[in-house]
């Protein structure tokens, strides 16, 4: 019987030479999240390595200006590396180097779990290669360059929409043909089982930090939780300690580029269908055949066709609720955020805090908000320019 | 007995791939005719699908200029049933399940038996989660064949057990496409599956001389040969036809010969 599944979600759909070795995978992870030295050197890493735990900042300007509900940032892009892909890499990397592999693979799609996945890689002596679609390589130059800097070799993919669902296919391609000493170091709560819980697992750090956080601030839990959708780590890492929180609402903000109304978009819940892909069963934008959407957003970590398998289980279970924000809304956001805190967040950051925007004055002054800050916004700087009518390059 | 079945009755059997609708349909429905008329014992059917990660980059091209050429799934089965008023040659379609999946298992296996489809090779649809469809296949009579891999170990016999049709015994790691050299031991994994099913196997994967498809037919039931036939379609088009077929009687010779 198939494993890993979330409702009907989830699964193991991949070719057969890869299943011994999700299966290894998955035995070896349950071995090491229970074994104490495990558990003690990834806590230490993740505390003096990658600085957690991140902060939880009342945001009293944004809150006053807004006039509703007092506004919180889960500071994630204050971590090493500058986004919560640290916490899934060092989780990863350091499983895989007990698990006896020498090498790690990933995709990245704005090159954040690229450059995350190369500085663990680093750290703890892995060979390491990176898969990024040619089209953001060139959005993201400088990341490809961090990445080298790193020590890590970028496989720019030419084939398909050049993008992060072409990045995947290349990197399960690469992971097929060399499985023996290499760990594919997916970035996302997606794939075939078991990476979906295990990247909800290390990133699940978020929330339990949040959760206790904002107990001994508030003295209760928020009323809403607020994080950007791709394939939804920092958001399932954002909502699972309050999953069982029933009065808390869990609002994925998924990318819907230029509109849900047009071809180009990213948000899967809002116009994609059920489908089987990357591994695993869930939504996808997809045309009437079956055939995977070249898809599109201003941030090319939310550039992605699907999305994780747990999340479609929350959407249609009812227990979380995902809702669609345009390039436009994200880059005003982006830009709010600069002005108002300080902060120049990451573009897919943007995108919840433009929900945010509009939400928080509908709510009541005594209620509270959490917004999960995922990345920082110097990656960005350049493209928003552009947006802007600034012909300014990296 | 089903026509899979009858393939392997009497030699080794010979097994091509082509691409539905690379370049276009009709090519697709006269070279399925004239690789039967090569020698060639059952042909699969690639479905092209917008990203199939199994595949090396000659079967992803083959794919791209497919699509980009407006095939679809409704008309894969077009080619088949073209194919099916000419010949009784077994048909395999093979691809990926998100077109299966999307168009309905009951739509699709259906249209596969009236069509005339005997097995559907499915790559992103291991023994853990075949259920779904094959329960669906078997109502309409459909083989739903099973892949073992060089990295299936423990798994062989589990997946020779239930398998149905013939196994697609995958010669090496990695995705399809030529290799100079297969170094899997297959000779052992072909005991395996012996032991515990009477199926055929047929090995597939980097396979494109003469000498490799009898080598690895000895080792099994037969052959498959994929991306060498496609790479000729990729540069000559609708006039590969002859080279093709040439090609096809050289390979089935080769695998007749054991």
């Keep these: ?394 | 007995m089903s026509r899979i079945a009858g393939a392997f009755e009497n030699n080794k059997a010979f097994i091509a791939f082509i691409t539905a609708g690379d370049p276009t349909a009709d090519f697709t429905v006269n070279m399925v005719l004239e690789m039967e008329k090569a020698g060639a014992d059952i042909v699969e059917i690639g479905v092209p699908f917008s990203d199939p990660i199994a595949e090396g980059p000659v079967i992803q091209e083959a794919n791209i200029r497919a699509l980009g050429g407006g095939m679809t799934t409704d008309g894969v089965f077009e080619i088949v049933k073209k194919v099916r008023e000419k010949s009784e040659i077994p048909l395999c379609l093979m691809g990926y399940l998100n077109p299966v999946f999307h168009y309905g298992y009951d739509r699709f296996f259906s249209k596969c038996q009236e069509s005339g489809v005997d097995g559907v090779i499915i790559a992103d649809l291991p023994y853990e989660e075949k259920a779904e469809a094959d329960e669906v296949a078997a109502k309409y009579g459909v083989d739903v064949i099973s892949l073992i891999a060089p990295t299936s170990e423990q798994r062989i016999q589990m997946i020779a057990k239930e398998a149905k049709g013939f196994i697609y015994l995958v010669s090496s790691m990695g995705v399809t496409g030529v290799r100079s050299q297969i170094t899997t031991d297959v000779d052992k994994i072909a005991k395996s599956i012996k032991e515990v099913t009477d199926v055929p196997v047929a090995i597939g994967f980097g396979i494109s001389t003469p000498e490799q498809a009898a080598n690895m037919a000895a080792k099994a039931d037969g052959s498959i040969v994929g991306s060498a036939i496609v790479r000729m379609i990729a540069a000559d088009g609708e006039a590969a036809t002859e080279k093709v077929a040439a090609y096809v009687k050289s390979m089935a010779d080769a695998v007749h010969s054991i």
């Design chain 1, 1 to 394: 019987m198939s494993r890993g599944r979330y409702g009907e979600f989830g699964g193991q759909y991949i070719p057969e030479t890869l299943m011994n070795e999700v299966i290894k995978l998955e035995e070896a992870y349950e071995h090491y999240k229970n074994d104490p030295e495990f558990v003690a050197e990834l806590d230490q890493l993740n505390r003096e390595y990658a600085g957690r735990p991140s902060l939880l900042y009342y945001a009293e300007k944004m809150t006053k200006d807004l006039g509703g509900a007092k506004i919180y940032l889960k500071r994630e892009d204050l971590n090493h590396t500058g986004s919560h892909k640290i916490n899934n890499v060092l989780g990863q990397v350091l499983l895989a180097k007990k698990m006896g592999k020498t090498r790690v693979i990933a995709e990245t799609g704005a090159g954040q779990h690229g450059v995350a996945t190369a500085t663990a890689a680093a750290l703890l002596d892995m060979e390491c290669e990176i898969f990024m679609g040619k089209e953001d390589t060139i959005r993201q130059a400088l990341n490809v360059y961090r990445m080298e800097l790193l020590g890590a070799k970028v496989n720019a993919v030419t084939t398909g929409t050049q993008t992060l669902k072409d990045a995947v296919n290349e990197a399960m391609r690469e992971w097929s043909g060399r499985v023996d000493d290499t760990l594919y170091v997916l970035g996302s709560v997606m794939g075939p089982h078991p990476f979906p819980m295990i990247v909800r697992d290390f990133q699940s750090v978020i929330s339990k930090e949040a959760r206790e956080q904002i107990l001994e601030t508030e003295g209760k839990l928020p009323t809403a939780v607020l994080a950007c959708v791709g394939g939804g780590s920092n958001s399932m890492g954002m909502f699972y300690n309050f999953i069982n929180d029933k009065d808390v609402k869990l609002i994925g903000c998924e990318a819907a580029g230029r509109g849900v109304d047009t071809a180009e978009t990213a948000a899967t819940i809002a116009t994609g269908s059920l489908g089987v892909f990357h591994g695993m069963k869930s939504y996808f934008c997809q045309d009437e055949y079956g055939q995977i959407a070249p898809v599109y957003s201003i941030s090319a970590g939310l550039d992605y066709p699907g999305i994780g398998p747990e999340h479609a289980y929350l959407n249609d279970s009812g227990r979380a609720q995902y809702v669609p924000v345009t390039d436009d809304e994200a880059v005003d956001a982006f830009e709010y955020l600069a002005r108002t805190e300080g902060i120049i967040c990451a573009i897919e950051s943007a995108h919840a805090v433009a929900h945010a925007m509009k939400l928080a004055p509908t709510m009541d002054k005594d209620e509270i908000m959490i917004i999960c800050l995922s990345g920082r916004g110097d990656k960005d700087v350049a493209a928003i320019a552009r947006y802007r009518g600034h012909d300014i390059h990296e």
